[in-house]
């Protein structure tokens, strides 16, 4: 039999990320551009969620948008509808977007007059949370349709995120969601994640949100 070489090209292409994120928030950072990676399963309503976000928010400041998908512009169209600037990232199949993806569309979105850049990940909840897109702050979404209990089954991405948002608490009575085990869950993984309950179709605990991400891109831009 012949000699083979393994290489381990999973800590490889990790160490190269990262390194390639630290220098995209160096990058940010000195232009004065938050980024906002935004994450969740299909149907938890991230689109919604952040067309409401833009609504209340792009009166204060510039905003522009990535929305990444294997294959579709459909959201893009959503969002460019609210007078904000965004492109669409296509990823040619790959269920996520690494540092490097993220820069080349940062590239594209033309960010030298953007405040708060918000890329919508593709939705997913493995792929997304292994690779650190050089965003500022990681958020997610969790619907209440989905369970409370995700975080036990998907510990990386809840333990990645700075804040935590429980959408569709206005089903709440029609599903066996128990709000209070969902928070403990999520604490068990990530102590300090920012946990919001919202509804993003009627507005409910928006404002809690917005205050939050108002928050944070004037501390890094300021």
């Not at 400041?61 to 600037?85: C, P």
């Not at 820069?103 to 690779?131: R, S």
């Not at 928070?183 to 409910?204: D, F, H, S, V, Y």
């Amino acid at each position: 039999m012949g000699e083979f070489r393994v290489l381990e090209i999973k800590q490889s292409v990790f160490a190269d990320n990262d390194r390639r994120a630290k220098e995209l928030r160096k990058e940010l950072k000195e232009k004065k551009v938050f980024l906002l990676n935004l994450m969740s399963s299909p149907g938890s309503g991230k689109t919604t969620t952040l067309s409401r976000t833009i609504e209340r928010l792009k009166d204060e400041m510039k905003i522009g948008v990535m929305e990444a998908d294997i294959d579709s512009d459909v959201d893009a169209k959503t969002i460019a509808s609210l007078g904000v600037k965004a492109i669409q990232l296509h990823t040619g199949g790959m269920c996520h977007l690494d540092a490097d993806m993220t820069a080349q569309g940062l590239a594209g979105l033309e960010t030298g007059d953007v405040e708060l850049a918000i890329l919508e990940n593709v939705g997913n909840l493995v792929c997304p949370a292994e690779f650190d897109t050089g965003a500022v702050k990681n958020a997610m979404i969790l619907s209440v349709p989905e369970g409370d209990d995700k975080p036990l089954k998907y510990p990386l991405m809840f333990s990645i995120c700075d804040v935590v948002l429980i959408n569709k608490i206005d089903v709440l009575p029609y599903f066996d969601f128990d709000m209070e085990a969902c928070r403990k869950n999520i604490l068990m993984r990530n102590p300090n994640a920012r946990i919001i309950p919202i509804c993003a179709r009627t507005g409910e605990g928006m404002e809690e949100w917005t205050d939050w991400l108002r928050d944070q891109v004037k501390e890094w831009n300021g």
